[in-house]
C-alpha cells in the first residue's frame, strides 16, 4: 500500500493568538508531525487558529469528523485567554466539569485557587497516562478522539511522548534520490514512476541554493519493496544526473 492507502490520519489544530501575530514561534506541530509520522499515522491537516471559541468549536467539529486522531495545542493555562477547554466541551455539545482527581494533584503543587482552572474538563473526557513515565502524575486529557495537549513545547513533548504508543501504526519506508538536473529535464521520467506506481507518493523539491545537486526526489510508502522499486526506477532513468541514493 502507498502512503495514502488505507492510513491512519490525525490534524493538528495550534490555538493561540501568540502563534498567529508571531509573538511565539510554532515548534508543536513540527514536533508532533514528525512523531506521528515516525509512528505511521499521516498528518493531513494543520490549522493555527486564534483563541476565539467559535473558531475552536468550527475547527474541532471539522477535524474530528474528517480524522482518526485530532491533537490541540495551546490554550489549557489558568488565564482569561485559555479557551480551549469550554470550546471543546461545546463542540461536542457536553458541560465542562471539575475534575477531582486534577483538582487534587494540582492542590498539591498550588495554593491558588485560580489554577485549579486547569482541573475543568469536558464531561466524559478521559485521562490517558504512560506507564511508568515521570510525567505520569499528570496526565493527557482526551476527549472522544480528540487529544488536549498545552502549548509551552518542552510540556507538549513530554505529554505526547508519555502516550505515543497508543497511535503506532505500520510504518512509512522512505527513499530519496539527488539530482543534478533541475525538475523541468527530469519531469517525464518523475510522470512515468508516478503513473507505474501509483502507491508511493513521488515527491519532487527543488534545492536552489544547494551547491551538489538542484533537485530532492522522494519516496515514500508502506510497501518497501514498491518503494525501493520506484527509487530504483528514477534512478536508472535519470542515469548519469544522480548524484547520490539515500
Not at 466524559?124 to 498545552?150: E, F, K
Not at 518542552?154 to 497511535?167: G, T
Amino acid at each position: 500500500m502507498g502512503e495514502n492507502a488505507a492510513a491512519t490520519t490525525a490534524a493538528i489544530i495550534v490555538i493561540g493568538d501568540e502563534v498567529l501575530s508571531g509573538k511565539v514561534e510554532e515548534l508543536n506541530a513540527r514536533f508532533l508531525v514528525r512523531e506521528l509520522r515516525a509512528l505511521g499515522v499521516a498528518v493531513r491537516r494543520i490549522e493555527v487558529i486564534p483563541d476565539v471559541p467559535d473558531v475552536i468549536v468550527d475547527s474541532l467539529r471539522a477535524a474530528a469528523a474528517g480524522f482518526d486522531h485530532v491533537f490541540t495545542s495551546g490554550g489549557i493555562g489558568p488565564t482569561h485567554d485559555d479557551v480551549t477547554i469550554p470550546a471543546i466541551a461545546a463542540a461536542f455539545g457536553v458541560p465542562v466539569v471539575r475534575d477531582e482527581e486534577l483538582s487534587g494533584l494540582i492542590r498539591q503543587v498550588s495554593p491558588l485557587e485560580r489554577n485549579l482552572r486547569m482541573a475543568d474538563i469536558p464531561e466524559g473526557a478521559t485521562l490517558l497516562r504512560g506507564p511508568g513515565s515521570a510525567d505520569a502524575c499528570w496526565p493527557v486529557v482526551a476527549i472522544r478522539n480528540v487529544y488536549i495537549l498545552p502549548g509551552v513545547p518542552s510540556i507538549l513533548q513530554r505529554k505526547f511522548v508519555m502516550i505515543r504508543d497508543r497511535f503506532r501504526t505500520s510504518p512509512f519506508w522512505s527513499r530519496a534520490v539527488y539530482s543534478r538536473e533541475g525538475e523541468g529535464v527530469i519531469a517525464g521520467v518523475l510522470d512515468k514512476a508516478a503513473a507505474d506506481f501509483p502507491n508511493v507518493a513521488i515527491g519532487s523539491y527543488p534545492h536552489i541554493e544547494a551547491t551538489d545537486h538542484k533537485v530532492l526526489i522522494t519516496f515514500d510508502g508502506r510497501d518497501k519493496a514498491l518503494v525501493d522499486r520506484a527509487c530504483e526506477q528514477i534512478v536508472v532513468g535519470l542515469g548519469a544526473a544522480v548524484v547520490r541514493v539515500e
